[in-house]
């Protein structure tokens, strides 16, 4: 099949020929227009007529020189203005007043005693506990003497907690009135007591234990140990020093009622 080709046809594609004058008349009118704009503002050359205002440009920025002036007047200014305000003194603490207690005052005059009362310490006390110690058979009656007699059993026993128990021998016996304010009244005739005892410096003993009276519950051990501070008793030797520390047996016969304090 045989297909001619057309020939190109301008018209087709090209602006109108009636459209040409109006587009003319248009360019020109833009660009008389662009023209007068020009001329107009070719006018205005100078600003500012007589008897109108001027235009003013102020610069806002500051020199460095005139911060860094700035910058040091500020802190005296801040200094002027501290010395200016007055200080306050400030109150000074309130002290509180310290209560001191009133002085107690300990009498030094020992307290008056009844009459027939007895001082006894806390060894006198521990003396008196019958139970801790060992108890001892009677010996026989013996001695002599109206209130009773400072000899003393012979022999040899054991002591408290196991020590050596020696026989007394008496310095000086006691008297009638040193014992008589410790013995109980009403004895029977025939009633014994025996004690032992620690000898200490200058024949004294201390530290006496009740060993065993008769009769029983007579209280009599109970009296010749509360006596037993006056007593003045040798101590035992053994190759002829004098052993103190050392524990002696003390045993007192009663045949008959003490007499008064006073030898009557």
Known sequence: MNVEAQPFAPSRYGASKRDRPRAIVLAAAVCFALAAIVVRMGDYI???GEGKGQLTAVNLSQDKGEEKKAEREQPEKK????QKQPVQPQPEPVRQAVKIPP???VPTE???LPPGFIVMS???FAAADIGKMAKAAPPAAGGA???GSGGASAGVGEGPGGAVLYAAQWYREPRDAELAPYLPAGRAPGSWAMIACRTIQ???VEDCRELGESPPGSGLARALR???WQFLVRPPRVDGKPQLGTWVRIRFDFRQPAKDSDGR
């Open 122 to 124: 806390r060894k006198d």
């Open 79 to 82: 200094k002027a203005v501290a």
């Open 103 to 105: 002085r107690v005052i």
């Open 46 to 48: 100078e600003f500012g």
């Open 110 to 112: 020992s307290p008056t």
């Open 226 to 228: 509360q006596a037993a």
């Open 202 to 204: 200058d024949y004294h």
């Open 145 to 147: 003497g109206d209130s």
